[in-house]
């Protein structure tokens, strides 16, 4: 667990962050064996991901017909989990304001402003606002606003 997961909730059941195995297999030799070589390579970084039987498939995602896999072996990675990204990004947004960052909501910004290459701030709603850091929450218009 990285240092600061601690101070998001993750060692306390974090309500955003849903453990559940992940399990995957190919359809061809081809794809089984970049599975192989991908688990081999994870395993080797420290990421607990395993080998298992197809037969396990029905215990480790009840929801999938297991009819559907032809695979001769599967690779599961125990520690995975799927994500609430609203209520993560809600928590990343109150730590960082509990660091002293500055939010703005409804506030869109329509320009960058710049220190030769270096990004010094933003102008939103004609006000201009100048910082050390700028993260781009833009969404859909994250690559016009970055332009």
Known sequence: MWPAAAELGVGRGAGWRHP??????????EEQRTLRARA??????????RSADPGELSALAPGVDPASCRASELVVHDDAAWYDAPLLARTLLDRAAALGADIRYDSPVTALLRDGERVCGAEARGRRFEADHVVNCAGPDAGHIAA
């Open 20 to 29: 559940a195995p992940l399990v995957q297999w190919g359809h061809s030799e």
């Open 40 to 49: 081999q390579r994870l395993a080797e970084w420290g990421h607990p991901c």
